[in-house]
């Protein structure tokens, strides 16, 4: 992963200096709530209903084993023993004291960590696929190019005050695990005719209060070419997206507005602009991002040993294979694989991880995974290079901490946002619904028949846990002061990004459980099963519509 | 006579200091031309007034004097930015500040001379 230099480590300090002085003059009173608000935004602090919440930058998801040490010791230390995993491969620290805040930006910075552009009217923390490097499908590593785009927007000084916040996520595989089509820049390398490196580029992709799919913008950007476009894409944003409604600010509002023609005529006039003062990247350059991201070194294992270990699967426990069918995934190099260590078990809410449980992740990511690891916008955590037949070993110290729960990819492994027990924003809490859903769905053969399944829920519009993609989303809304939920069926991630549509009326928190049920029963009951396999949730529903789960759920009436 | 900040020092400025173009949020950049800008362009001192702090298409718009439109004068900044905004007006081509009412001397000079610079 991306090592700091002297100038990287001088940098983070200048900053922080600088934020303390600015914290400092806001403590005494010497700086207004209105003018600090977005010097604190950019430094990742929010204002939140209990205390403090700062953002950690987890940059495309890559953590080193020092950083999760240091990410343990501040939640021992700083805050309740715990932190949590978001939906853009962030991390949120949600019980600091204001007072205490330089000194937890003192301790992360040890470990080359910060909390800069993590919220705000900026660029935020750059995203990306959590198995970039280690998946069969890669076609370019993408996570060069993305520390190449964290350099260059980390303080950027023309976008720091945008008409609103804006996120930029790149993935380097055929399959999309990186959300490109919802944000407001999507990324994708490519290879043109000429077998050069490029990006195709979407643009106006988001969810909130207006979800939409992003837009192509360029089928094929040339890598030398990708800074000068992004600044283009910038300019005409900055200088043309409302600033008149915070609702409206977004840059999908605008493409939406002007057309996505339009808007594609006005970058490209930019790019001419921009470019008669700039040089495009050199490959020297270019590779300099990339000697960062070199391939570990993979010991060679045998085939005897290969096979040896299909045959040793056999003679494990049944609790065993479900984890490495569920949990574990294909990996570029032979006799490796890609493990997800599950923060979906049944005593935590979704995402939260604690003190022990990050310090044990850190030494087992030193023993397992050449000291790194990744977090998903899933809100789990990857170690990407365990050798097969370490595996067994592996399963048995994570199930020691209850982070093997064998759910990856079931309804079980839900995204949630930390709702109205932690949020300002939210307006119902997500997180007892969550945990309601996973007690129905605890019997884990039911679990495993029902298979593939995205369930997401979002306490409030402004949808952090993504409900609009997810196969079942779950949307709290407030009315009158009373809780209700929207309920949300066929939306989607990946190559076909798909916004779901809403079921109907809402429901009360106590009636979400059942009402999934219903909604699992149905499915259960039309499901096209073969020899072979079972029809996906999202399969089924593509095929028989969305009216018949309305007319299960709610009667003929509706 | 004005305080002003540049070049790293305060300084007392006798100069007329008249607002030359004041950046509200009325301001269309589509009217803002190579040839709108002509008469300007000779001023040895643009000064550009901030109406609001929030409203950063100032910074394309300094940025933009400076390359696009060559403007090889002083640019000159007043009104309602933020004194933690300062070390990015002067990355975008800020030469001089008149700072906003009552402001911190001291922690105006600290921002201009400890900020990183994004060296892209």
Known sequence: MYQYNERDRSNLSARSVIFQRQLARHLEGKVSDDDFRPVRLQQGLYIQKHAPMLRIAIPYGMVSAKQLLALADVADRYDKDYCHITTRQNIQFNWLALNEIPQVLTRLAEADLHSIQTSGNCIRNITSDPFAGVVEDELIDPRPYCELIRQWSLGHPEFAFLPRKFKISITGSKKDRAIIQAHDIGLRLVLNAQNETGFQVLVGGGLGRTPVIGSVLSLFIAEADILDYLTSILRVYNQYGRRDNKYKARIKILVKAIGVDKFRAQVEQELINVQRYSKPLTPDQIKSYAVHFKQPEYDCISEHKLMQFSLDLLHESVEFNNWYQRNTQAHKVPGYRSVTVSLKDHSNAPGDIKSQQLQTMADLSEVYSFGVARTTHEQNIVLADVRIDQLNSLWHQLDALNLASPNIGTINDMICCPGLDFCSLANTQSIPVAKAIQTVFSDMDYVFDIGDLTLNISGCMNACAHHHLANIGILGVDKKGQQFFQISLGGQKGNNTTIGKILGPAFKAAEVPEVIEKIIQLYLSRRADTEAESESFIETISRVGIKYFKEGVYGHAH | ?120
Not at chain 2, 16 to 44: C, G, H, K, W, Y
Not at chain 2, 46 to 60: K, S
Not at chain 2, 62 to 72: A, E, G
């Open chain 2, 1 to 120: 006579m004005v305080m002003l900040i540049r070049d790293g020092e305060v300084i007392a400025d006798t100069m007329n200091n008249q607002v030359d173009v004041r950046f509200t949020a009325e301001l269309q950049l589509e009217n803002i031309t190579t040839d709108a800008m002509q008469p300007i362009f000779s001023l040895p001192v643009l000064n550009v007034e901030i109406e609001d702090f929030n409203d950063g298409r100032v910074f394309t718009f300094i940025r933009l004097l400076k390359t696009r439109y060559q403007y090889k004068g002083e640019i000159r900044v007043s009104g309602q930015y933020l004194i933690d905004q300062m070390a990015m007006l002067k990355a975008c081509g800020v030469d001089s500040f008149i700072l906003p009412d009552d402001s911190d001397y001291e922690h105006a000079l600290f921002i201009l001379s400890n900020t990183p610079e994004n060296t892209f």
